[in-house]
């Protein structure tokens, strides 16, 4: 099996059976993220305790990158702390800019770097990261 075959199967298991789709209650903040160049609109709630980032949900319809890239992130970022997740965030905004990779690497979110061949795609893929800077950014102001 070559990496793209193993990439594509990753992508599609996440997007078949995703992880953390739903909605969140009580959340501390949630934030909606559209691309109409796709079609996706994604919600994203986060709940934050003692800067730890206790549970996190994505709900909405999208292609299968969209989707796939939500349920990847929210397994990533659960449980880790809020400034662990920022540095997520940039990490893979940088890859799928076609920056470097953390020496740790990204786990499976590495399987959307071929996202990056189609940059009309490359949205689809970060949407879901940029929602959730922005519910992490409402939840700082309201602490």
Not at 102 to 110: A, H, Q, R, S, T
Not at 123 to 132: G, P
Request: net charge negative; aromatic share 4%; glycine share 10%.
């Amino acid at each position: 099996m070559s990496l793209d075959d193993l990439y594509r199967e990753t992508i599609l298991d996440h997007y078949g059976h995703p992880r953390n789709k739903g909605v969140l209650e009580p959340a501390d903040a949630t934030r909606e993220g559209v691309n109409p160049l796709c079609g996706d609109e994604l919600r994203v709630a986060v709940r934050v305790r003692d800067g730890i980032v206790e549970d996190v949900r994505f709900d909405g319809k999208g292609c299968s990158i969209s989707q796939a890239s939500a349920s990847m992130m929210t397994e990533m970022v659960k449980g880790k702390r809020v400034e662990e997740v920022a540095g997520l965030i940039a990490a893979f905004k940088t890859m799928m800019r076609g920056g470097e990779m953390p020496p740790e690497g990204l786990g499976d979110l590495e399987a959307l770097q071929g996202v990056r061949k189609f940059p009309v795609r490359v949205k689809c893929a970060t949407l879901v990261w940029i929602t959730l800077e922005m519910a992490l950014a409402d939840v700082k102001h309201e602490t």
